[in-house]
Protein backbone atom coordinates (compact mmCIF):
# COMPACT_ATOMS: atom_id res chain seq x y z
CA UNK A 1 0.00 0.00 0.00
CA UNK A 2 3.20 2.50 0.76
CA UNK A 3 4.30 3.77 -1.91
CA UNK A 4 6.71 6.41 -3.25
CA UNK A 5 7.34 7.41 -7.24
CA UNK A 6 10.21 9.84 -7.76
CA UNK A 7 10.18 11.82 -11.32
CA UNK A 8 11.55 14.72 -13.13
CA UNK A 9 15.08 13.05 -13.81
CA UNK A 10 16.60 13.52 -17.07
CA UNK A 11 19.77 14.72 -18.56
CA UNK A 12 21.06 17.98 -18.59
CA UNK A 13 24.09 19.92 -19.48
CA UNK A 14 26.43 21.31 -16.49
CA UNK A 15 25.23 23.95 -14.95
CA UNK A 16 21.48 23.47 -15.62
CA UNK A 17 18.64 22.78 -13.33
CA UNK A 18 16.37 19.82 -12.69
CA UNK A 19 13.37 19.61 -10.38
CA UNK A 20 12.93 15.88 -9.04
CA UNK A 21 9.21 14.87 -7.37
CA UNK A 22 8.42 12.05 -5.04
CA UNK A 23 5.13 11.33 -4.87
CA UNK A 24 3.17 9.36 -2.11
CA UNK A 25 -0.14 6.52 -2.56
CA UNK A 26 -1.06 4.68 0.06
CA UNK A 27 -0.10 6.87 3.02
CA UNK A 28 -0.30 10.69 3.62
CA UNK A 29 3.62 12.07 2.63
CA UNK A 30 2.73 15.13 5.36
CA UNK A 31 3.07 12.52 8.09
CA UNK A 32 6.80 11.79 7.47
CA UNK A 33 9.95 12.89 7.67
CA UNK A 34 11.75 12.72 3.51
CA UNK A 35 15.03 11.59 2.67
CA UNK A 36 17.08 12.32 -0.51
CA UNK A 37 19.36 10.07 -1.69
CA UNK A 38 21.53 9.42 -4.75
CA UNK A 39 23.30 6.46 -6.18
CA UNK A 40 26.42 6.28 -8.56
CA UNK A 41 27.86 3.51 -10.25
CA UNK A 42 30.15 1.65 -7.82
CA UNK A 43 29.27 4.07 -4.76
CA UNK A 44 27.13 3.34 -1.99
CA UNK A 45 23.62 5.02 -1.51
CA UNK A 46 24.38 8.89 -0.14
CA UNK A 47 21.78 11.37 1.36
CA UNK A 48 21.88 14.96 -0.10
CA UNK A 49 18.64 16.14 1.36
CA UNK A 50 16.43 15.21 4.37
CA UNK A 51 13.10 17.69 5.31
CA UNK A 52 11.20 17.08 8.39
CA UNK A 53 7.49 17.25 8.74
CA UNK A 54 7.25 20.02 9.64
CA UNK A 55 9.48 21.56 6.80
CA UNK A 56 11.38 23.87 9.39
CA UNK A 57 14.18 21.70 9.49
CA UNK A 58 16.49 20.54 6.26
CA UNK A 59 19.98 19.52 5.84
CA UNK A 60 22.32 19.50 2.89
CA UNK A 61 25.69 18.21 2.93
CA UNK A 62 28.21 20.84 1.56
CA UNK A 63 28.55 18.46 -1.99
CA UNK A 64 25.53 20.46 -2.59
CA UNK A 65 25.17 22.73 -0.08
CA UNK A 66 23.45 26.13 -1.88
CA UNK A 67 22.76 23.70 -5.17
CA UNK A 68 19.87 21.54 -3.74
CA UNK A 69 16.29 22.40 -1.94
CA UNK A 70 13.92 20.46 -0.73
CA UNK A 71 9.99 21.36 -0.16
CA UNK A 72 7.19 19.73 0.23
CA UNK A 73 3.47 20.55 -0.83
CA UNK A 74 1.69 17.92 1.37
CA UNK A 75 -1.46 19.25 -0.60
CA UNK A 76 -0.55 17.44 -3.04
CA UNK A 77 1.17 14.62 -1.13
CA UNK A 78 4.46 15.39 -2.63
CA UNK A 79 8.08 16.24 -1.83
CA UNK A 80 10.01 17.57 -4.12
CA UNK A 81 13.95 18.16 -4.78
CA UNK A 82 15.05 21.52 -6.91
CA UNK A 83 18.29 20.66 -7.93
CA UNK A 84 20.18 23.84 -9.33
CA UNK A 85 23.80 24.88 -11.20
CA UNK A 86 24.18 20.39 -11.56
CA UNK A 87 27.75 18.91 -12.08
CA UNK A 88 28.88 15.81 -13.75
CA UNK A 89 29.21 14.28 -10.23
CA UNK A 90 25.83 14.68 -9.74
CA UNK A 91 24.75 11.86 -12.08
CA UNK A 92 23.34 9.33 -9.75
CA UNK A 93 19.88 7.44 -9.63
CA UNK A 94 17.94 9.87 -7.13
CA UNK A 95 15.94 8.52 -4.22
CA UNK A 96 13.30 9.66 -2.11
CA UNK A 97 12.14 7.76 1.02
CA UNK A 98 9.82 8.36 3.56
CA UNK A 99 10.07 7.69 7.81
CA UNK A 100 7.18 7.77 10.38
CA UNK A 101 8.91 7.09 13.46
CA UNK A 102 11.11 10.44 14.26
CA UNK A 103 8.80 12.65 15.32
CA UNK A 104 7.94 15.94 13.62
CA UNK A 105 11.27 17.57 13.43
CA UNK A 106 13.43 15.04 12.82
CA UNK A 107 15.47 15.21 10.28
CA UNK A 108 18.12 12.50 8.57
CA UNK A 109 20.54 11.20 5.71
CA UNK A 110 21.16 8.01 6.87
CA UNK A 111 20.33 5.39 4.47
CA UNK A 112 19.52 2.67 7.29
CA UNK A 113 17.40 5.12 9.46
CA UNK A 114 14.74 4.61 6.18
CA UNK A 115 11.93 1.85 5.69
CA UNK A 116 10.08 3.20 2.37
CA UNK A 117 11.75 3.73 -0.58
CA UNK A 118 11.13 4.78 -4.11
CA UNK A 119 12.27 3.05 -7.45
CA UNK A 120 14.87 5.94 -8.20
CA UNK A 121 14.88 8.29 -10.91
CA UNK A 122 17.96 8.82 -13.37
CA UNK A 123 20.26 12.32 -13.17
CA UNK A 124 22.78 12.45 -15.99
CA UNK A 125 24.58 15.63 -15.88
CA UNK A 126 27.17 15.95 -18.81
CA UNK A 127 29.87 17.74 -19.41
Known amino acids: QLQLVESGGGLVQAGGSLRLSCAAS????????IGWFRQAPGKEREGVSCISVSGDITYYPDSVKGRFTASRDNAKNTVYLQMNSLKPEDTAVYYCAADPGHGARWCGTNRHEYNNWGQGTQVTVSS
Open 26 to 33: GFTLGHYS
